[in-house]
T-cell receptor
Framework: DTGVSQDPRHKITKRGQNVTFRCDPISEHNRLYWYRQTLGQGPEFLTYFQNEAQLEKSRLLSDRFSAERPKGSFSTLEIQRTEQGDSAMYLC??????????????FGPGTRLTVL | KNQVEQSPQSLIILEGKNCTLQCNYTVSPFSNLRWYKQDTGRGPVSLTIMTFSENTKSNGRYTATLDADTKQSSLHITASQLSDSASYICVVSARGGGNKLTFGTGTQLKVEL
């Protein structure tokens, strides 16, 4: 257990429905990252926050995706009008910038999304 | 374009044997290189992290090497155990820009009796 938690662990939804995932980072970490991982591939960067500010979004993050980190603690990732191609593992990671030259990212267990 | 390539794609070894996994990268400007272990259906867990000036780092039975000149890294697993069965992912971080990580596709290792 890395200290990063994600909820739910699994989500099955029908195409066209909206889904929301939550990530709780390690409490003192100011950076939070979202990644998407499809079967047999490494994770791909989606977006990251420093405190409550969303500093970068990947081109993978279409208009149907939105992420928030309203108080600089937990974060949510919402997917609207889900498509079958959204089926993947969604991973969250957190890191602390201060005093850490490695900026090591600690990953949560992921949320497995299946869109039927 | 930043890329990380790993070989082999998959590997089966007998328990107790050693193995070496390879990683080549074209990430610039380089910050650090990490090896992660990812069990099926779980998030990645860090094994080692190396910066430009470090060319080897060990974590128990795992030893990683880095050649920043040739942009190659290896992960050596000694005396493999059944619990080593997992995907091993090489990850490179670029300096600046939030230290985004570029992931390889992983080497799927299976350790058998």
């Amino acid at each position: 257990d890395t200290g990063v938690s994600q909820d739910p662990r699994h989500k099955i939804t029908k195409r066209g429905q909206n889904v929301t995932f939550r990530c709780d980072p390690i409490s003192e970490h100011n950076r939070l990252y979202w990644y998407r991982q499809t079967l047999g591939q490494g994770p791909e960067f989606l977006t990251y926050f420093q405190n409550e500010a969303q500093l970068e979004k990947s081109r993978l993050l279409s208009d149907r995706f939105s992420a928030e980190r309203p108080k600089g603690s937990f974060s949510t990732l919402e997917i609207q009008r889900t498509e079958q191609g959204d089926s993947a593992m969604y991973l969250c990671a957190s890191s602390s910038v201060a005093g850490n030259s490695y900026n090591e990212q600690f990953f949560g267990p992921g949320t497995r999304l299946t869109v039927l | 374009k930043n890329q990380v390539e790993q070989s082999p794609q998959s590997l089966i070894i007998l328990e107790g044997k050693n193995c070496t996994l390879q990683c080549n990268y074209t990430v610039s400007p380089f910050s650090n290189l990490r090896w992660y272990k990812q069990d099926t259906g779980r998030g990645p867990v860090s094994l080692t992290i190396m910066t430009f000036s470090e060319n080897t780092k060990s974590n128990g039975r795992y030893t990683a090497t880095l050649d920043a000149d040739t942009k190659q890294s290896s992960l050596h697993i000694t005396a493999s155990q059944l619990s080593d069965s997992a995907s091993y992912i090489c990850v490179v971080s670029a300096r600046g820009g939030g230290n985004k990580l570029t992931f390889g596709t992983g080497t799927q290792l299976k350790v058998e009796l």
